[in-house]
């Protein structure tokens, strides 16, 4: 409750907070906010699902934008961030998965930890596209936009996330293709967790592609990028709601 609360802080208290002030309450939930995922996942008895991966995914957007203020102090996002890592905090507490098997393979946190990276990467990548095509209607309109960086700078750090995603993302899929049976006890299976991660790749694999080869910029990247970060909810976010708690209360 700390945590969502001190992430809350900086959103409902737009016109009462100064800058810096909101800086301060976001680091403060961000550091709260890791201490209640270590306590999840290091405890006793870890617990993981798709609640936990959307709280850690938010945890890591908190994570680049932490670093980027340093590095881009202009930078203003605070409010879609709050409410991401307020809302991902709490949906942790009310679902908070499953235990993990203790006879898991040794190499399963870290095909979970490229897993969980490459999401973090690719909602951060989103983030940046939806700052980037807000800041291009606002420029349309013959108004200033209020991201704080530049429309190009926006659009740069928008695509080496997904570079980096991208790459993550592959090693993931190469890890369940050569050691699934390792890694869950079985080979590759053709399951929509695996389509969708493999639709999700195909459409990054587009997106870098039509930009290096075609120069694809502005709403068309975007919404690739959209398309893309949608099917890689749906693989294991989707999947992992529908068994914890669809399936859960249908039984």
């Not at 881009?72 to 908070?96: D, E, K």
């Not at 291009?136 to 190009?152: A, C, I, T």
């Not at 639709?199 to 502005?218: I, Q």
Request: some cysteine; proline content about 4%; glycine content about 10%.
């Amino acid at each position: 409750m700390a945590a969502a609360i001190a992430y809350a802080i900086p959103a409902l208290a737009t016109q009462h907070l100064q800058e810096a002030g909101a800086r301060r309450c976001l680091r403060l939930a961000w550091a709260l906010h890791a201490l209640l995922l270590g306590w999840g996942l290091l405890g006793e008895l870890p617990h993981f699902g798709f609640a936990p991966a959307l709280s850690i995914t938010a945890w890591l957007v908190l994570t680049v934008y932490v670093v980027e203020q340093q590095l881009y102090p202009q930078l203003r996002s605070r409010w879609p961030l709050s409410i991401l890592g307020s809302v991902a905090v709490l949906l942790a507490v009310v679902f908070p998965g499953t235990p993990l098997h203790v006879n898991a393979s040794p190499w399963l946190p870290l095909h979970l930890a490229l897993g969980i990276a490459s999401y973090g990467l690719f909602a951060a990548a989103v983030v940046h596209g939806a700052l980037m095509s807000h800041a291009e209607r606002q420029m349309r309109q013959g108004g200033d936009h209020d991201s704080g960086l530049p429309l190009l700078t926006l659009e740069r750090l928008t695509f080496r996330f997904v570079g980096a995603g991208f790459v993550l993302l592959t090693a993931t899929l190469a890890a369940g293709w050569l050691f699934g049976e390792q890694l869950y006890g079985k080979a590759w299976v053709w399951n929509h967790k695996s389509i969708f991660s493999l639709l999700s790749w195909l459409a990054f694999a587009v997106l870098l592609f039509g930009r290096k080869r075609f120069g694809w910029r502005g709403q068309s990247a975007v919404r690739v990028l959209y398309i893309g970060a949608i099917f890689l909810l749906l693989a294991y976010v989707g999947s992992r709601f529908v068994i914890e708690v669809l399936l859960e209360r249908a039984a």
